[in-house]
């Protein structure tokens, strides 16, 4: 492994591992994008979305933009969750206007009984990339490694692309839920190889984003998103070189299942803006840090509503205490339409209300 410099600023680490601190950490989900002028003019020099994150040298360059930009606490991996998809050869490529897209989803039982896990080399771009961003980081603020879920990869391996219904995926899962549990058990291994080939590479935490999971029924997403989450987790290296690396685990629209989340052996737990974090917190107890939650639609408002914003959410959340942890953070990805002054806005007030907080 590398040698990289010591890290300067691990307030976020020590909140997901429920440690104190002196103020609640934030960074934002998608916070290297369409929303920074800088990161446009890096996209337009790459030539295409593939084009920039697949090459270590782009994709280091807008993960320290925002970094360099506004005070966070953490910089996340530039890259996109369906590279393991496609290093399985389901031939990946992106719609202008139109999201990501498969040329050979997985529709046949041929399809599925077909499917391998992919070769760790064809991403070696992406772990080349954790390694540059790491150095060039310079110990600022520790790095995020990130891959989607099992269940919300084989969303996009059945669908060929991105769904508002799911009923490609769904006829699957109660037509033949033995070929569903096939994908999703090469998946969940492919996924810890993947996050662990990260961490090896410099990553000092690692996010897993079950972006589809909500979509699911209660029962269903037990059995089909939860519990391979689950195996991801156990198979994940949780030190290295004697400091701990923590994980993250987020099911958009989960809410409802947060007790069963926060059992499956993560550190922390994100929640989507539908979620109370006073509510999140009482349920959890001492056994995850939590993350989250803000509207991302509140970066639309004014800095002065902002601010009331991340007051309430954090007054919710409530005094930190020992055995508790939280990372502050939206409840999604950012909007590309928003401004960055609102970013400003938002990360200043979560650094001085909850500086506030913890004085009184």
């Known amino acids: 492994m590398p040698q990289f410099a010591p890290l300067k600023n691990d307030t976020f680490l020590r909140a997901l591992l429920r440690q104190p601190t002196e103020y609640t950490p934030v960074w934002l989900m998608r916070q290297a994008g369409r929303y920074l002028p800088e990161y446009r003019a890096t996209r337009e020099r790459a030539g295409s979305f593939l084009g920039l994150a697949k090459n270590p040298d782009f994709a280091t360059e807008v993960t320290l933009q925002p970094i360099d930009r506004f005070p966070l606490d953490a910089s996340i991996l530039f890259s996109d969750i369906l590279t393991v998809p496609d290093a399985m ?28 896990a992919p070769d760790l080399g064809s991403l070696d771009y992406v772990f080349k990339a954790v390694t540059q961003i790491r150095t060039e980081l310079a110990g600022r603020v520790p790095l995020i490694g990130f891959s989607g879920s099992p269940w919300t990869l084989a969303c996009y391996m059945v669908e060929g692309g991105g769904s508002k219904e799911f009923h490609t995926i769904k006829k699957m899962l109660y037509s033949r839920p033995d070929l569903m549990h096939h994908i999703l058990a090469i998946n969940a291994s492919a996924v810890a190889e993947y996050l662990n080939a990260q961490i090896d ?9 079950d972006s589809w999971g909500g979509v699911l029924a209660d029962g269903a997403f037990q059995h089909f998103s939860l519990q391979y989450m ?3 987790i156990g198979q994940l290296k949780r030190e290295r070189d004697g400091v701990r690396i923590p994980a993250v685990v987020f099911t958009k629209g989960g809410g409802l299942w ?4 926060a059992d499956i052996g993560a550190d922390a737990v994100g929640l989507d803006w539908t979620v109370n974090l006073g509510s999140a917190r009482a349920l959890v107890g001492h056994k995850v840090a939590l993350q989250g939650n803000l509207d991302p639609a509140i970066l ?8 009331a914003e991340v007051e309430r959410s954090l007054t919710s959340y409530g005094k930190p205490a020992d055995g508790c942890g939280h990372v502050f953070n939206l409840g999604h990805g950012i909007s590309q339409f928003t401004p960055p002054e609102s970013v400003t806005a938002m990360v200043e007030a ?3 209300f909850s500086r506030q907080q913890r004085a009184a």
């Open 201 to 209: 590479a410099g990553a000092q935490a690692v996010m897993i984003f």
């Open 89 to 116: 050869g389901l031939g990946l490529y992106f719609s202008d206007g139109e999201g990501p897209k498969f040329e050979r989803p997985l529709r046949t039982e041929a399809d599925v009984m077909a499917l391998r």
């Open 300 to 307: 639309f408002a004014n800095a002065e509503q902002i601010r």
């Open 258 to 261: 947060l007790d069963q989340i």
């Open 230 to 232: 689950q195996q991801v």
């Open 350 to 352: 979560v650094h001085s």
